[in-house]
C-alpha cells in the first residue's frame, strides 16, 4: 500500500483521512488507561509528531536521531525498502536538524545501543525529578 501511495499526493490524503482518527482514538484510549492507572510519565510514539502539530498535545518531546549516513544504512536494511522509497519518506519530514531544534530531549543513537538507554534513562530522571510533575494530558 505505502508504495501506491507514497508518490500519489491525494491517495495518501485519503489514507491519512481514513488512518488518522483511528490512530487517535488509540492514543486516547492509551492515555486514559495510563491516567487511570496512575502513571505519572508516558511515552508515545508518533512519526510525523512535528508535521502534524502533534507536539502540541504532548509535555515534552524526545527527537530520536542518528547521523544521516547510519539513518540511511539501517533505514535500507529493511525487507522492502529502496533508496527511492526512503527519499520519498524523508521528503514528508522535516529535516532532522529541525526536529533536533524543536525538541526538549534528543536520543544520539548514532552512538550505539547503550549510549541510547543511558541517553533515555536521563530523560526518565528529568520528567520525573522533584518539581517536575506532569499529568497524562488527552
Same mark, same amino acid.
Given at each position: %500500500? ?9 491517495? %495518501? ?6 488512518? &488518522?482518527?483511528?490512530?487517535? *482514538?488509540?492514543? %486516547? *484510549?492509551?492515555?486514559?488507561? #495510563?491516567?487511570? #492507572? ?7 510514539? !508518533? =512519526? ?10 504532548? &509535555? ?8 544521516? *549516513? ?10 522492502? %525498502?529502496? =533508496?527511492?522509497? /526512503?527519499?520519498? !519518506?524523508?521528503?514528508?519530514?522535516? =529535516? ?7 525538541? &526538549?530531549?534528543? !536520543?544520539?543513537?548514532?552512538?550505539? /545501543?547503550?549510549?541510547?538507554? &543511558?541517553?533515555?534513562?536521563? !530523560? ?5 525529578? =522533584? ?8
Amino acid at each position: %500500500m505505502s508504495a501506491r501511495v507514497l508518490g500519489d499526493a491525494a491517495a %495518501m490524503k485519503r489514507l491519512e483521512a481514513i488512518v &488518522h482518527p483511528l490512530v487517535r *482514538a488509540q492514543e %486516547m *484510549a492509551f492515555l486514559a488507561k #495510563a491516567r487511570a #492507572a496512575g502513571a505519572r510519565l508516558v511515552v508515545l510514539d !508518533i =512519526p510525523l509528531l512535528f508535521e502534524t502539530g502533534g507536539e502540541r498535545r504532548v &509535555h515534552a518531546v524526545a527527537v530520536v536521531s542518528a547521523p544521516a *549516513a547510519v539513518q540511511k544504512r539501517r533505514v535500507l536494511e529493511r525487507s522492502g %525498502m529502496t =533508496p527511492e522509497r /526512503f527519499e520519498a !519518506i524523508l521528503a514528508k519530514q522535516l =529535516p532532522d536538524s529541525l526536529k533536533r531544534t524543536r525538541a &526538549h530531549f534528543l !536520543i544520539d543513537t548514532g552512538r550505539g /545501543f547503550d549510549s541510547a538507554r &543511558h541517553q533515555v534513562r536521563g !530523560i526518565v530522571r528529568a520528567l520525573s525529578g =522533584p518539581g517536575r510533575r506532569p499529568q497524562v494530558r488527552d
